[in-house]
């Protein structure tokens, strides 16, 4: 399978940077590949782009982020945030990104 769906849910940036390299690797590798913030980790729009990391902002530029969770920014506010970013914000499962969604485009899902 050439298409993946990482779902990235802790609000660790150490962890969140695996997500990020994962994506970059697998892209650089001609995959196609998403990236989708839950949980704490939508929290990490702003710590990431406040740090200037690299790996972050290689991944925005490539547009991998294909979504942030819209009711876990609202609930962690960070929503007005998140919305003024420039990334995807939404959700089609009572405003959070469902797996169901990608596996029925043929991805396959990969929490972190």
Request: aromatic share 8%; charged share 20%; with cysteine.
């Amino acid at each position: 399978m050439d298409k993946f769906v990482i779902f990235a849910f802790q609000g660790n940036p150490t962890c969140f940077v695996h997500v990020l390299l994962n994506a970059l690797d697998m892209h650089a590798k001609g995959k196609d590949v998403k990236v989708v913030l839950e949980g704490e980790a939508v929290k990490l729009v702003k710590a990431m782009t406040e740090a200037k990391n690299p790996l972050f902002r290689k991944v925005v530029e490539l547009k991998l982020i294909d979504s942030v969770c819209r009711a876990c920014s609202a609930t962690l506010g960070v929503l007005e945030y998140n919305e003024q970013s420039g990334l995807p914000v939404g959700g089609d499962m009572s405003n959070h990104p469902s797996f169901l969604s990608y596996i029925e485009k043929g991805y396959q899902v990969i929490t972190l």
